[in-house]
């Protein structure tokens, strides 16, 4: 009498494979999605935090904060003279992710020096555009974008 084989054929193991290698994948799709709207969340809390920063400057010098590191103002928001009006006193530091995204800042007004009002230029992952957002969003900012954001 001999005995059963023991073990898995091979066919059974290639089933075996594909079918975790389907799941992984669905599984990694899922986490990219879930990585992308954290991401924009994230950005949107930073956004918030800036535009507090940028309000309570307001209340103490009756403009926004503007910058010499361009012509026309717009100036990314890793720019040393916002730093230096905003941080430490309105806001702990500049939101890493809106430095990292290159997001710019433009202050505009009746004078460069004497803003009455300001525009941002924010990227979102989930769309992989830029959006508008400020005291008064997309009137005066130079990117040719009309898309306000949803924040």
Not at 7 to 26: C, K, N, P, Q
Not at 40 to 48: F, H, L, Q, S
Not at 82 to 87: I, M, R, S, T
Request: aromatic letters at 10%; hydrophobic letters at 35%.
């Amino acid at each position: 009498m001999t005995t059963p084989p023991r073990g898995f054929t091979l066919i059974e193991l290639l089933v075996v494979i594909a079918i975790i290698g389907v799941l992984s994948s669905i599984v990694l799709a899922a986490l990219s999605t879930a990585r992308t709207k954290g991401q924009d969340a994230a950005r949107t809390e930073d956004v918030k935090s800036f535009k507090t920063a940028m309000e309570l400057y307001y209340n103490d010098y009756n403009s926004y904060p503007t910058s010499t590191g361009s012509s026309n103002g717009d100036v990314p928001l890793s720019d040393s003279q916002l730093n230096a009006e905003l941080v430490p006193k309105y806001i702990p530091s500049m939101p890493a992710l809106l430095v990292a995204d290159g997001d710019h800042y433009y202050a505009g007004g009746a004078t460069v020096t004497a803003a009455s009002r300001y525009d941002m230029l924010i990227y979102l992952a989930k769309t992989n555009s830029y959006c508008t957002t400020g005291s008064v969003p997309n009137t005066f900012g130079d990117w040719g974008n009309s898309t306000a954001c949803n924040f």
